[in-house]
């Protein structure tokens, strides 16, 4: 069975610019959740989704933001970045909300200049 | 509030010796609780799970885990570190209450010595 798959891996922004970033969970996984991985800040929850439903929320600004589609697949957007959203955002996915196990794609590593 | 602590940011250890990584946790009620490994440059992987039951876990790559409700730890050992494991080590706790969300740990860092 595939893992979960970010696209893309690899992305240069400018301070101001907006940005999205796609996840596409295990096969027959419908909850999916967001993290945000930085060297000062560590791993922090952004938010969970299921049935296209936002379950969940971290402490984050209004800038961040998340959608489910009906397949599951998600994605996030980072509106006006700052240099402080340059990070490793980390998707993970659970066959549903109670299960709590999450296997995590291999990320997408934003860098805003 | 729920909190993992590791209180070990940087480990070195000798190739076949042994390993042992701390993690503490505060959580009110019954932890569900994780490992997770993370190469340079890449997602997490998840080594083993600890819900209920026997107290001492098997995970993947030979690694273990005992959960000890009176230390409030998870403590993950091996016990012949391999130059392979060099990685990054997460402890995490789900938050039952708020949909499962993970805590995460600070982390901590192995180096394999030859």
């Known amino acids: 069975k595939a893992g979960v798959t970010q696209t893309p891996r690899y992305l240069i922004k400018t301070r101001g610019q907006q940005v999205t970033l796609s996840c596409s969970p295990i096969?027959?996984?419908?909850?999916v959740s967001w993290y945000q991985q930085t060297p000062g800040q560590g791993l922090q929850f952004l938010f969970e989704?299921?049935?296209?439903?936002?379950?969940n929320k971290g402490n984050f600004p209004g800038r961040f933001s998340g959608r489910q589609f009906s397949n599951s697949r998600s994605e996030m957007n980072v509106s006006t970045l700052e240099l402080g959203d340059s990070a490793l955002y980390l998707c993970?996915?659970?066959?549903?909300?109670?299960?709590?196990?999450?296997?995590f794609g291999p990320g997408t590593r934003l860098t805003v200049t | 509030a729920q909190s993992v602590t590791q209180p070990d940011i940087h480990i070195t250890v000798s190739e076949g010796a042994s390993l042992e990584l701390r993690c503490n946790y505060s959580?009110?009620?019954?932890?569900?609780l994780f490992w997770y490994v993370q190469s340079p440059g890449q997602g997490l992987q998840l080594l083993l799970k600890?819900?209920?039951?026997?107290?001492l876990v098997q995970g993947i790559k030979g690694f273990e885990a005992e959960f000890k409700r009176s230390q409030s730890s998870f403590n993950l050992r091996k016990p012949s570190v391999h130059w392979s494991d060099a990685a990054e080590y997460f402890c995490?706790?789900?938050?039952?209450?708020?949909?499962?969300?993970?805590?995460f740990g600070q982390g901590t860092e192995l180096s394999v010595k030859p």
């Open positions: 993970a996915s659970t066959p549903d909300p109670g299960t709590y196990e999450q296997y």
């Open positions: 096969s027959g996984h419908r909850s």
């Open positions: 989704y299921f049935s296209e439903t936002q379950r």
């Open positions: 959580y009110g009620a019954t932890p569900y």
């Open positions: 600890y819900f209920s039951g026997d107290t």
């Open positions: 995490a706790v789900a938050t039952l209450n708020q949909g499962g969300k993970l805590i």
